[in-house]
């Protein structure tokens, strides 16, 4: 989705290295010869900074203020899927989630599972993605490691990325600050990676291809946070579960409830033709390039204006506010007028049968 | 989109039930048979909309859940014990059988695999011949004609590695079985629009003579579903019971005569235990004799115990229109998606499923039509 071409050049840049093997073995992960060869044919080089430079166990860094923590583990299939790969999502992904937490990402952890048989081609395209996701998000891969499974006992790449972040002075981002009267904004349109992957999976085919919409998030959250510091309330990106869970989640046990607008959802025309066709709820389908945000009604304006002058938010909307009426309850207005709950998703969305 | 949001257009639907209001005058049960019926009118919102006069009965035709227990079971067997390539739709998967679903039994290392045709899964078996596959050939009228040509294709290629259990169930005689039932309480049904796609709308004539009740096709949109319960409503109203066709973009009266004549070349009309209803005479298709090696239950021989139903379970009397689902004392308590007591609470399609998940069960004005 993102400066597509600057993404091809930089590709080009960074050629596969000359290496005597094609494919990952079991010794690649062995910590000894070839482990070394594999690191050192480019990858070093490749995500180079002092901290990762030293080589070392793991890497000591200087911070300041109140810090962001997390971690994350990808494991998505296919690694390649349109518009990413795994290691640009698995770098967004962890971003996004600091950027959640109203942090500023700064470092970033890197481990790999390798399965025995990977193309060492695919591994440096899935390296790439990790550079160029990192450089994007301004994030520093300063230390990591590598192991490698057996044929059969993985599937091609698991990667686990641990991020730290320092918090943007004046965010206070707190499900419990919550009021009625509260207004609920997506930065974009929702649904399109979920279906992205689960098209490309299931080889189905649409008039033209959906593209993930798997971007970095922190620019959009920060510039809230500066702009409008505590109105800020709630930030979330709704991955697995999609906005339905997200929004369930919210209001959970909570003194106030949501009340959504369908007509207000905003979801690419092909997308929604898509989950017409699977039966399956875009409700429920996961995203990697939006976030959910609550924020105190006097502003929402000003947010809308703000996100859709960043890059990647320009579909950004008010799709419902918060409400004392209904306490612990997401309710769905159907654009005709019906109203229906948001529940939680038991299990996985599985298409039906007519 | 474009054609569907015209179906979705809140001013129509607002006509409509202006009109419906305008026009009742009495209580009337309706029935919509369809699962993807019911499932519509809840995540939609549409039965709260109606007038309190109306009751809309979610009735059987949902096929994940009226496919029996032991069914299931045989599918769990094969693909466990039986060393075969299952393949199924995606909502089966889920549905427990007495002791594990699909998806269990796939976490337990058997190969099961989503389809979206079973013609994918004769192309697995051409393949792969040294796999052994078996679709999970479940369904109403509308997906007979798939499965019949995967059988017929097999044949063709001559595939001995290729069989299809099946669990086909036929709509009209489901909708003789409830109104034959002495606590029915249904006024007037609409008739599945998709199963009319298939079949036509010729079946639906002698049910109309014989038990006075309006029949009205139906599609599946917020505005089709309106329009025909306005049409049924209309005739309930005025003393009539006739056959009329509000789907009249996608159904003809005489159906599709190529899919009609794939059914007839590899199925015959048999009796069919329902789950929730129980056995309904010549309510289902079976493989006619020429394919029987196509036939996984001749092909393998099952034997597994016959499966018991939960005893709490209601199902009967909910797929018959007497309750409600959250009148039922297990509803959102023991019987949940997660650990479904009965059939309708297995697929989102399901009537108590369709109320779990879309309506409140803690609060009442959620969950009232």
């Known amino acids: 989705m993102l400066a597509k071409d600057q993404k091809i050049e930089f590709q080009l840049q960074c050629p596969l290295p000359q290496l005597d093997f094609e494919y990952i073995t079991l010794g690649h992960g062995s910590g000894g010869l070839l482990t ?154 929702i649904a399109t990676h979920g279906m992205a992957i689960m098209s490309v999976r299931e080889g189905l085919e649409f008039e033209t291809t959906i593209e993930s919409d798997s971007q970095p998030l922190h620019k959009m959250a920060e510039n809230l946070i500066r702009d409008f510091k505590e109105k800020v309330k709630f930030l979330r990106d709704p991955t697995r579960g999609g906005l339905g869970t997200t929004l369930t989640e919210m209001v959970k046990s909570q003194p106030f409830g949501a009340n959504i607008f369908q007509d207000h959802l905003p979801i690419d025309n092909q997308v929604a033709n898509a989950c017409e066709l699977l039966g399956i709820d875009p409700l429920y389908v996961a995203n990697e390039g939006v976030f959910l945000t609550v924020v105190k009604a006097d502003i929402a304006d000003a947010v809308i204006e703000k996100l859709k002058s960043i890059e990647g938010g320009h579909q950004s909307v008010i799709i419902g506010e918060i409400t004392s009426e209904h306490p612990g309850q997401a309710i769905l207005n159907s654009a005709i007028g019906g109203k229906r709950l948001i529940n939680m998703l038991v299990g996985e969305q599985l298409p039906r049968i007519c | 989109m474009k054609h569907l949001a015209e179906y979705r257009n809140p001013e129509l639907v607002e006509k409509y039930l202006a009109e419906i209001k305008k026009v009742v005058s009495k209580p009337w049960s309706i029935m919509e048979v369809c699962g993807g019926q019911t499932h519509s009118l809840v995540k939609h919102g549409i039965v709260r909309l109606l007038p309190d006069e ?165 599609g599946f949109e917020p505005v089709d579903l309106l329009h025909g319960i306005l049409l049924a409503v209309n005739q309930l109203e005025r003393g009539e019971a006739k056959l009329e066709n509000q789907y009249t973009r996608i159904v003809r009266p005489e159906g599709n005569l190529n899919a009609k004549n794939v059914i007839e070349k590899a199925f015959e009309i048999h009796d069919r235990e329902w789950r929730g209803i129980g056995n309904i005479s010549h309510s289902g298709y079976e493989l006619r004799d020429a394919f029987s090696s196509y036939n996984a239950n001749i092909k393998y021989q099952i034997d597994i115990p016959k499966a018991e139903e939960s005893s709490i379970c209601i199902a009967g009397d909910v797929l018959k229109g007497i309750k409600k689902p959250y009148q039922c004392s297990a509803f959102g308590k023991e019987c949940t998606p997660q650990s479904p007591q009965g059939a309708p609470m297995v697929s989102s399609e399901g009537a108590c499923a369709a109320y779990y998940h879309f309506s409140n069960i803690n609060q009442p004005e959620l969950s009232q039509d």
Not at chain 2, 97 to 123: C, F, H, M, N, W
Not at chain 2, 134 to 148: M, Q, R, S, Y
């Open chain 2, 54 to 218: 109306i009751n809309m009965i979610h009735g059987p035709g949902c096929p994940v859940c009226v496919t029996p227990l032991s069914l299931i079971d045989k599918a769990v067997h094969l693909a466990l014990n039986h060393n075969v390539t299952l393949c199924s739709f995606g909502d089966m998967l889920r549905v427990p059988g007495s002791t594990k679903s699909l998806l269990q039994a796939k976490a337990e290392g058997a190969d099961i695999r989503i389809l979206y045709s079973p013609l994918e899964a004769v192309t697995i078996a051409t393949e792969n011949p040294d796999l052994e596959v078996v679709f999970f050939a479940v369904g109403f009228e509308t997906t007979a004609p798939a499965n019949a040509l995967s059988v017929m294709r097999a044949a063709e290629l001559g595939l001995d590695n290729y069989s299809i259990l099946t669990s086909h169930v036929l709509v009209p005689p489901a909708m003789e079985a409830v109104l034959n039932d002495p606590d029915c309480r249904i006024d007037a049904f609409l008739a599945a629009g998709h199963v009319c796609t298939i079949m036509g709308i010729s079946e639906y004539y002698p049910i109309i003579e014989k038990y006075q009740v309006p029949i009205v096709v139906t």
């Open chain 1, 36 to 189: 070394n060869q594999l690191l050192n044919s480019g990858v070093f080089e490749l995500l180079s900074n002092p901290y990762l430079d030293k080589q070392h166990d793991g890497a000591i860094f200087k911070a300041s203020g109140e810090l962001a923590i997390t971690t994350d583990s990808f494991v998505i299939s296919p690694i390649f899927f349109p518009g990413g790969n795994i290691g640009e999502l698995a770098v967004f992904g962890t971003v996004n989630d600091l950027a959640m937490c109203g942090a500023i990402p700064k470092y970033l952890t890197l481990s790999f599972i390798l399965e025995e048989g990977l193309a060492i081609k695919e591994f440096w395209d899935v390296m790439l993605g990790v550079k160029w996701a990192a450089n994007l998000c301004g994030v520093q891969i300063i230390t990591g490691d590598t192991k490698v499974v057996d044929r059969g006992k993985g599937d091609k790449i698991f990667i686990n990325t641990t991020g730290i972040g320092e918090l943007i002075p004046g965010a206070s981002i707190d499900a419990n600050r919550i009021e009625p009267g509260d207004k609920i904004i997506v930065s974009g349109q």
